[in-house]
């Protein structure tokens, strides 16, 4: 299957710092690319959806100015989190889409391993 | 916001017991998805379901896409303990780019 990674894989930082997480697909295009948090014994809640090319769309509730994204090519896209704190202490997971596979209902997303960010 | 019900939200079972777990939604569903995921790790997916009644195997693993379009189970067969982890089922709206996730069910095997 497609494959996508994530980097760092973990990291800690001190509060009021900026962290980048990087998430590439390896061996596809991948048009848009989602970004997702996940706290402890929780499940993955969508924070937003990136499109190569243009502004990333938020989901409901997430500051667009404190997790910036960038997609600008068609492999990589950026997570950056700004002035964290330590309840933005999370997993955050990216996932791509195959472009490639695209059919009318078909939407298969591949996910990274994770970066686990520690604010302290 | 959308949401799907997964249940149960955990099962304690011993190896070689089969496993059943479900999603439902108030909503209709155009695919139906069932994720893995280990600790410190990303989901994996596992099945992938695009059309009402569709039943799809993986090895021991079974899923089907329910004829209402909003509800699937997956079951697993003769569970071994590489199987232990969190499945999630993950829908996807008609149109949209996104999925959305249910809670998770946290599968523990006592060998």
């Known amino acids: 299957g497609a494959v996508v990674s994530q980097h760092p894989s973990w990291v800690i930082c001190k509060s009021g710092t900026s962290v980048k997480i990087e998430c590439r697909s390896l061996?596809?295009?991948?048009?848009?690319m989602f970004w997702y948090r996940q706290f402890p014994k929780q499940s993955l809640m969508l924070m937003a959806t990136?499109?190569?090319?243009?502004?990333?769309?938020?989901e409901q509730g997430v500051e667009k100015d404190k997790f910036l994204i960038n997609h600008a090519s068609l492999t990589l896209s950026t997570l950056t989190v700004t002035s964290a704190h330590p309840e933005d202490s999370s997993f955050y997971i990216c996932s791509a889409r195959d472009f490639s596979t695209r059919r009318s209902s078909y939407n298969e997303q591949f996910f990274g391993p994770g970066t686990r960010l520690t604010v302290l | 916001g959308q949401q799907l019900n997964q249940s149960p939200q955990s099962m304690f079972i011993q190896e070689g017991e089969d496993v059943s777990m479900n999603c439902t939604s108030s909503s209709i569903f155009n695919t139906w998805l069932w994720y893995k995921q280990e600790p410190g790790e990303g989901p994996v997916l596992l099945i992938a379901l695009y059309k009402a009644g569709e039943l799809t195997s993986n090895g021991r693993l079974t899923a089907q896409f329910g004829i209402t379009r909003k509800d699937s189970f997956l079951n697993i067969s003769a569970s071994i303990p590489s199987d232990v982890g969190i499945y999630f089922c993950?829908?996807?709206?008609?149109?949209?780019?996104?999925?959305?996730f249910g809670q998770g069910t946290r599968l523990t095997i006592n060998p």
């Open positions: 993950a829908g996807q709206l008609l149109g949209a780019q996104k999925l959305v």
């Open positions: 990136s499109n190569e090319g243009s502004k990333a769309t938020y």
């Open positions: 061996d596809f295009q991948a048009t848009t």
